[in-house]
């Protein structure tokens, strides 16, 4: 399922055991899977994803560090 977001806080994702990185507040497509959603940006010609576990992107949305577009429910 595909959804656009929009960041509005800081919101960090993990590349496998690597440091924590900040996703840059502005607006994000969103894929969510039963175990991960998937954020992806561009912008100025530089173009970003980031995979972070379903309950992380559940605490950020809940959190209002994620602001969900449409219908799109993170609690499904």
Do not use: C, N
């Amino acid at each position: 399922m595909g959804q656009t977001a929009r960041i509005v806080g800081k919101v960090e994702y993990r590349g496998g055991d690597g440091p924590a990185v900040d996703i840059r507040e502005g607006a994000v497509d969103v894929s969510i899977t039963d175990i991960d959603a998937t954020l992806s940006w561009s912008d100025e010609g530089t173009h970003g994803s980031a995979a972070m576990p379903i309950g992380d992107f559940r605490r950020y949305v809940q959190e209002g560090k994620i602001r969900l577009d449409g219908t799109l429910q993170a609690e499904d």
